[in-house]
Structures are given as C-alpha cells and as structure tokens.
C-alpha cells in the first residue's frame, strides 16, 4: 500500500519536473529538513531568504499540487517546489513516512494534534458539504464570519495557519461525527 503511494509519486514528479534544476532551484536541492511524507503528500521545510518555508507536494487523482509557504510560492510555481521534486526523488526513503491517525487512534490529548495534521479543513468542509451543510451555514452555527472561514481555509493550503485552524477542524469533525451520520443515513 505505502509503495504504491510512494510509486505514484515518483512517477508524477518525474512527469512534472524537470531532472536539470533551474538555477535558483539549485541551491535548494538537498537542503530541506523535517521532511516527511503522508500517502501521496510529501512536506520540508527548508530555510529560504525571507525566513523559513514549508513546502509541500501533493499527488492527486486530478493531478499534482505544490504549494510553499513563501512570497511568491501560493500556487506552487516557486523554486523551493522545483528544489523539494528532485530532493524527493533524489532520496525518497529520507521522507519520513508518516500515518495518518484516525479518530479511533485518538486515546489522549497529545493524539489530537497527529489526528488533525493528517487532514485540511477544505477537505473537511467538503465533506460537510456531501452531508449537506454548506460552509456558509457551518460558519454561521459556529458563530464565525464566512470570510474568515474561508481565510483559514485557504491558508492552510499555503502553509499560513491560523491559531484558530485547529479549534476550526475539531468543530468540523463534531459536527461529521454527531450530525453526519443521521444526515448520510437518511
Ligand atoms: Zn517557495
């Protein structure tokens, strides 16, 4: 199973970049560190000119989506993005591997932060959308603007994050768990 995922990713990013690096990639390749990797998501931080980034790579059935936390990586179109493909594919086995924990894993209270790492709240949205609650009436329940829901939410996949985005996620995943079912049942 983890090798497939791992297959898949070397496949994709081979695909999608170039083996020669650009030249501002250069002085990035190999320099990441925490480096993990989550099914088809790899993540590294690497230490740029502006501070510290987080860089991610993420495979999808729609395609690849790269993301980096640094002035001019929201998209994923930066060097840092570039530099963390060939470092993969350089070394894959120095990404750590890293399960995602599932509601049942969660036994105590240092689980939790394991446990929401392991999803975005876009995700979770989406999945509350599935059930039938749209974000704008989420957001009005829980007493938040939907402006501001929809920062949080689109921050997190730049790799800015918001001290209320893990408060935000447990809200999501209660109201999945006690009002998702009765609905997805139904
Ligand atoms: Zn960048």
Known sequence: MADADL???????KHHWSWVPSKKAKGYVNAFFAAQRRGTTITAKVVGNHGTY???IQVEP???RSACSCYIGKHGHCHHCEALALTFLAAPSAFKAVKTKQAKDVHQLTDIRAYLDGVTLDALLTQLKTKGMTQKAFAEQIG???RHLAAIKASELHH???NELGATKLACLWVLE????????A
Do not use: E, R
């Open 144 to 146: 938040m603007n939907t």
């Open 7 to 13: 297959d898949l990713l070397q496949t994709a990013l």
């Open 54 to 56: 987080t860089v991610s």
């Open 62 to 64: 729609q395609g690849v």
């Open 160 to 162: 800015h994050y918001f």
């Open 178 to 185: 006690h009002l998702g079912k009765a609905k997805g049942k």
